[in-house]
């Protein structure tokens, strides 16, 4: 049998052993008869292992830094590999290789190993941290660029398996991209990135499409705009209306008040000291340098005589409470403008900002309506009958010699008008568009029918359609005008009365 345990088991159980005299008579202490054989032989400690400990006890470590002894332990042991299976799990704050038993550390090695192989897995947190202290010492890699890749890998997957160090390792990259000196576009997706370029897109919205100001405003809204119901039903009008207010309120303060919108809402950057690699063992091997590093228009840094200086956007770095009162104040005002079934209230905003949002909104659906009504939708599935229609018009505008009948010019008569109406046009639109093609005033014949020149005019173009194939009567400003490809056409269709 391979399990010890169940062959110890057995041994001490049988009878045999149990009955006979040696056994009956023979005195024994509490020790165990039969122990396992890593109970009788004490771990051997492999003499890397044993020589980086001993670096901890050199006249040079008494008067360094324990920065400095996990540095220069981990680079004496940077290729080492092990094999030694400990599963046991233990808890340790701020863990260090000289904290670690032998057992302890050789299950640290070997986890490692497999970790460089690519293959990570759960392990005790002391593990973690020591592995992540190693990278950003750049302890494991060829150049910082490399090892700024390692550290990225690792903490997007392990990330998955346990997030306790989520709080870290984000701070911990975007310092390892400042300390190191690399490219700033390796920050993009690192959280607080990505709250500074929502800022950023905020302050110069000028610059930004429509699409860019929405995701920015709900990436930093502390009012969850697409959980509204309202943002479900109406989505477009939501994020229209949205962006519209902000641009607005934008100019209003530019123009009106000493701070902008952005002030107001996210204060003014400040520079503050910065401890780069807080909460984590780091030898800073350049410890007196000068250097000055831009990520971004609102977050840099500067080093002076060795010192780090931050200079952001401080406060709350989540989502802003401020800007959440604006965007639930327009969901409310929607809600209430659109008669939506379910109301809500809202506060934290000032009567003249309350009083901007509602004439934005009314101003929106104002425009709305009116592009509705200009609106020509087209039926391609009645080409052929348009083209049908145009060969019949055309064929009766052909004039044949035909002595029995006189053609008369047409008159005054109301009559006649109807009957050409008839076909095409009713009364006020066959006037209007008379009107309009021999220079007579067209609003007083839009105002004698009590309608108004548009709806006329997109009467006509749906009731004309289907002969021309396209619009009869375009808009010139607020002026409508006959296109001149049809006018001859036209006249001959409809003679002034």
């Known amino acids: 049998m391979s399990d010890t345990k169940e062959i110890l088991n057995i041994v001490l159980n049988d009878e045999k052993l149990l009955n006979s005299r040696a056994f009956r008579e023979r005195i024994y202490s509490d020790e165990p008869i039969i122990r396992p054989a890593s109970q009788l032989i004490k771990p051997q400690v492999p003499p890397q292992i044993k020589e980086m400990k001993g670096i901890a006890f050199t006249p040079e470590a008494y008067w360094k830094t324990s920065a400095w002894l996990f540095y220069t332990q981990g680079k004496f042991m940077e290729n080492y590999e092990d094999d030694f299976q400990y599963n046991k799990d233990f808890v340790k704050y701020y863990p260090c290789y000289r904290d670690l038993t032998t057992e302890q550390l050789r299950g640290y090695f070997s986890w490692r190993t497999e970790v460089r192989k690519g293959r990570i897995q759960k392990a005790p947190l002391p593990y973690v941290f020591i592995y992540l202290y190693e990278l950003i010492n750049c302890i494991g890699a060829n150049s910082p660029a490399e090892c700024f890749d390692m550290l990225k890998h690792f903490c997007s997957e392990y990330r998955k398996i346990d997030d306790t160090i989520e709080k870290y390792t984000d701070s911990w990259l975007t310092d ?3 300390y190191y000196d690399l490219n700033r576009s390796l920050a993009d997706d690192i959280d607080d990135i990505k709250h500074d370029k929502a800022i950023i897109t905020l302050i110069h919205w000028e610059k930004y499409s429509k699409s860019e100001i929405f995701d920015a405003i709900e990436a930093l809204s502390a009012y969850r705009l697409k959980k509204s119901l309202y943002y479900i039903s109406e989505s477009e009008n939501f994020r229209e209306v949205l962006v519209r207010c902000f641009i607005i309120l934008s100019e209003f303060f530019r123009n ?3 701070k902008s919108l952005c002030e107001k809402l996210f204060g003014c950057t400040v520079e503050c000291g910065h401890h780069m690699f807080s909460s984590a063992i780091f030898y800073d091997k ?34 802003n409470t401020h800007l ?21 209230g809202f506060d934290g905003i000032s009567k003249n900002t309350e009083k901007i949002l509602k004439n934005e909104i009314e101003h929106y659906f104002e425009e709305k309506r009116h592009n509705e009504s200009m609106k020509i939708e087209i039926d391609i599935s009645k080409l052929n009958s348009i083209r049908t229609s145009a060969d019949k018009i055309r064929e009766k505008l052909i004039i044949e010699e ?28 066959y006037m209007f568009i008379c009107s309009l093609l021999y220079g007579v005033d067209h ?20 009731k004309l359609f289907d002969n021309f194939g396209d619009t009869v009567i375009e808009f010139s400003g607020d002026e409508p005008i006959v296109i001149d490809d049809y006018t001859e056409e036209l006249k001959k269709m409809f003679p002034m009365p």
């Open 443 to 462: 609003k007083k014949a839009a105002a004698d029918s009590g309608k108004m020149v548009s709806i006329l005019a997109d009467t006509i173009n749906e």
């Open 402 to 429: 035909e002595p029995d009948i006189e053609v008369k010019k047409p008159t005054i008569d109301i009559t006649m008008t109807e009957k050409n109406s008839d076909m095409l046009l009713g009364k006020d639109e």
């Open 286 to 319: 350049n410890s007196l340098r000068n250097c000055e590093y831009t990520l971004n228009e609102v977050h840099s840094y500067s080093c002076r005589n060795g010192k780090w200086f931050c200079k952001k956007y401080y406060g709350n770095r989540g989502r």
């Open 324 to 344: 959440g009162y604006i965007v639930k104040a327009v969901d409310s005002l929607l809600r209430e403008y659109t008669d939506f079934k379910y109301k809500m």
């Open 256 to 258: 009106k008040r000493k």
């Open 176 to 178: 390892f991209i400042i």
